[in-house]
């Protein structure tokens, strides 16, 4: 058979530059984000002291990276646009001392393959620059042009040449959350670089060269990270341990304020992520996430950044090693600032009873667990006055199901005037409520036992009333007798942007104004005064974790995380009275036998069950 024939045959061919960019970029641009990373890495690596990030839409419309740094002749304009260029690697041994941020020559081919570039650049000795424009992957224009020494690369409409994958992106919030995080890795990696950070015409970040890493913390977070801060720093011959950590009062209820580097690289490492959160266990919940910047420097022959096409994570050469010097010196550092002994972990050690360590009561500073001097528990405040108008008859279904429970005698539950009241305990005692370990509430039935979950179900009462509040013509407010002003991290007060039209109609009162800070001047009535700041910053935590993970509009998500943050807490006592009232409310939900998130709010015991147990 000739070799004409053979080649005619054949099922292998080689794939286009145009499809193979493509597919080289859905491993390296993901989202905008990812645009946005491997321009400022290009930026930092051309040595530049100042980048201006310019965002519009999330990234879909607009992302331009601006830089004062060492630009680009005509010769290495088309080149730095071909597949696996770069100036960074000139043989193999160079994959193993990695010390530049962008160096696999993916970046920008894959940029260009999805997108409309135009890039401006100038090296600083040069008389003139020059202007290059590609789409899809495809040149369009390449001139002389009068621009400023450095380079500008400005990247339109994301993804328009592959609508499969711009129909996969989440919202503007998400993406831009994303965006966000990205700049504030590059930020606290390099200080003394200078930020400006534009979104739709509002500046989010403007950040000075030379600072300190604990202004720039300052700078990007919100002030109250200023006097909580702990920096550490420990040298070895084999690995260099520094940065901060922020006290354990500031956790938040989202990830999303905890950064690790490894030579100035952002990275991912979850069992480091996951050693880190576990020694916060003595002064945190499981779910609260302390803020942190932990820097690893290494020799780059000890560590691979070669193992992620985005270069998100990396590999070292002695994980083991790493991690325990990472752990201790974390440790170390939290510990000496609290003047505490030795703490064993959850994965060592499930108590702190001992004496070498706290007792079970032990508390940094917070709501959970405090005491009074006198050695009692303070009783944790009842935070919400929901209070719905109890219904004459309940609906279908829900109203069979209380009676079969209750077997309520029907003049009993008429008495209604104040000459009956004093009897009520009594009657509450005759109904058989109990409250177990102050997180249950049970009572008989004619043919069993139930048992309510007093979190679950108050969480569904307040969803209801919070979901119904937004559609109301005029939201219930109850107005402060002095307005706070709040201040917002940056990607918070993005959220509230988009989310404020929704939680003006909850019943809160909030004027957006300008450097990242509201001002709240009412509040829902279920809400008691003081609690107005928690409440609001709990609620945006809490949507943050909701988005993405269940598929709800708006509306849901926010009365939802109301709901949550307001709910009853586990291990609240209840009056008889308080017990009763509800589980009227609760039965005068649409859905009483599930919370928001379709947990259960009660669950039923048959007699014979419990019989059963006896035999």
């Known amino acids: 058979m000739s070799q004409e024939t053979e080649s005619e045959q054949s099922i292998i061919r080689e794939l286009p530059p145009e499809i193979s960019n493509k597919i080289a970029a859905g491993e390296v641009i993901q989202r905008p984000s990812s645009v946005v990373k491997e321009l400022l890495d290009n930026a930092i690596d051309a040595g530049a002291d100042h980048l201006k990030i310019v965002i519009q839409n999330a990234g879909r419309t607009l992302i331009q990276v601006i830089d004062n740094g060492s630009g680009m002749g005509k010769e290495d304009i088309r080149l730095c646009f071909e597949q696996h260029a770069t100036s960074k690697i000139q043989d193999v041994d160079d994959l193993f001392k990695v010390r530049t941020l962008g160096f696999r020559g993916e970046a920008m081919a894959s940029i260009a393959s999805v997108s409309q570039v135009t890039l401006k650049t100038k090296r600083p000795g040069d008389e003139m620059g020059w202007k290059y424009e590609i789409w899809g992957g495809e040149e369009k224009s390449f001139e002389p042009a009068a621009v400023e020494s450095g380079t500008s690369v400005a990247v339109r409409n994301l993804f328009y040449n592959v609508r499969a994958r711009r129909q996969f992106l989440k919202t503007d919030a998400t993406e831009f959350r994303h965006i966000l995080k990205t700049v504030q890795q590059a930020a606290l990696a390099n200080p003394d670089l200078g930020f400006e950070m534009i979104a739709d015409t509002d500046t989010i970040y ?10 720039r913390i300052t700078d990007m ?33 989202s990830r999303g304020e905890q950064f690790l580097f490894v030579n100035g690289r952002p990275i991912q490492h979850r069992y480091l992520t996951h050693v880190i959160l576990n020694i916060y266990d003595a002064w945190t919940g499981e779910k609260d996430y302390p803020f942190y910047a932990i820097f690893l420097e290494i020799d780059p022959k000890q560590v691979d950044v070669n193992v992620h096409p985005a270069k998100e994570e990396v590999k070292f050469e002695d994980e083991r090693s790493v991690i325990k010097l990472t752990k201790s010196v974390v440790k170390k550092a939290l510990h ?8 064993p972990n959850r994965d060592e050690e499930s108590s ?3 004496s070498k360590g706290f007792s079970s009561d032990f508390n940094f500073g917070g709501a959970k667990n405090k005491q009074h001097s006198g050695g009692e528990k303070e009783p944790v405040k009842f935070p919400s006055r929901i209070n719905f108008d109890r219904p004459k008859s309940q609906k279908g279904d829900q109203d069979n199901f209380s009676k079969q429970l209750y077997d309520f005698d029907q003049a009993e539950k008429n008495e209604q005037d104040k000459s009956n009241q004093d009897s009520r305990p009594q009657r509450m005692r005759d109904r058989g409520f109990w409250q177990l370990h102050d997180r249950y509430i049970l009572t008989q039935t004619r043919s069993g036992l139930c048992m309510i979950d007093q979190h679950a179900a108050h969480k569904r009462i307040i969803f209801e009333k919070a979901l119904s509040a937004t559609e109301a013509a005029i939201p219930s407010t109850q107005q402060l007798l002095f307005a706070q002003t709040m201040d917002f991290s940056a990607s918070e007060f993005s959220l509230l942007e988009e989310l404020h039209p929704i939680i003006q109609r909850m019943g809160f009162n909030i004027q957006l104004m300008s450097g990242n800070t509201a001002m709240i001047s009412g509040v829902p009535a279920d809400i008691d005064v ?17 988005d993405g993970r269940f598929e709800f509009d708006e509306r849901r998500k926010l009365a939802i995380a109301f709901a949550s943050k307001t709910a009853i807490p586990k291990g609240k006592k209840l009056t008889d009275m308080e017990m009763e009232n509800l589980l009227d409310q609760l039965f005068a939900c649409d859905e009483p036998y599930k919370d928001p998130l379709k947990k259960p709010t009660l669950e039923y015991i048959p007699l014979e069950d419990i019989e059963a147990r006896f035999r």
């Not at 403007?206 to 202004?215: A, C, G, N, V």
């Not at 040298?235 to 520094?242: A, G, K, N, Q, R």
């Not at 000496?336 to 703490?343: G, I, K, R």
């Open 221 to 253: 977070f919100g002030k109250s990270y200023k006097a909580s801060l702990i920096h550490f720093r420990e040298e070895t011959s084999y690995l260099t341990v520094h940065g901060v950590l922020a006290d354990p009062k500031l956790t938040k209820r």
């Open 206 to 215: 403007d950040l000075p060269k030379e600072q300190s890493l604990k202004d």
């Open 336 to 343: 000496e600032e609290f003047m505490v002994p030795d703490v």
């Open 530 to 546: 003081g609690d107005e700041q928690s409440v609001l910053k709990s609620m945006l935590q809490q949507y943050r974790e909701l």
């Open 352 to 354: 702190f009873s001992s």
